[in-house]
């Protein structure tokens, strides 16, 4: 069975750190893109970043460029991703997901979806 655990959610004040780790099983690491979205309550899943070990592309939301860093540990099949001067508007539920192959911002890209993990940053 394929599954994506997510994890590394927490609690920090404005302008801390947290990492979120995705652990990816079932299927052949190496032949999918990992991206991780999140979801405001009534707001439309966006996503934060991507990474491909196809082409080795990375994806940042613009939002998230200089401050979120995306990176793979394949002999680990995780994917980390460092958010670092997190503000209260990076406030959500953070979800990891996989394609097959290549990057993309839009969620319908994504064939497998882990739960999420909430990151909540007071001001």
């Known amino acids: 069975d394929v599954q994506l655990q997510a994890s590394g959610g927490g609690l920090v004040t404005a302008g801390g750190s947290l990492r979120l780790s995705c652990v990816a099983s079932g299927f052949t690491f190496d032949d999918y893109a990992i991206g991780w979205f999140r979801q405001a309550p009534g707001k439309e899943r966006e996503g934060a970043s991507c990474?491909?070990?196809?082409?080795?592309?990375?994806y940042y939301l613009e939002s998230a460029k200089g401050r979120f860093t995306i990176s793979s540990d394949n002999a680990k099949n995780t994917v980390n991703l460092q958010m670092n001067r997190l503000q209260p508007e990076d406030t959500t539920v953070y979800f990891c997901?996989?394609?097959?192959?290549?990057?993309?911002?839009?969620?319908?890209?994504?064939?497998?979806w882990g739960q999420g993990t909430l990151v909540t940053v007071s001001s």
């Open positions: 990474i491909s070990r196809h082409d080795r592309s990375t």
């Open positions: 997901a996989a394609a097959k192959t290549f990057c993309s911002s839009y969620n319908s890209w994504f064939d497998y």
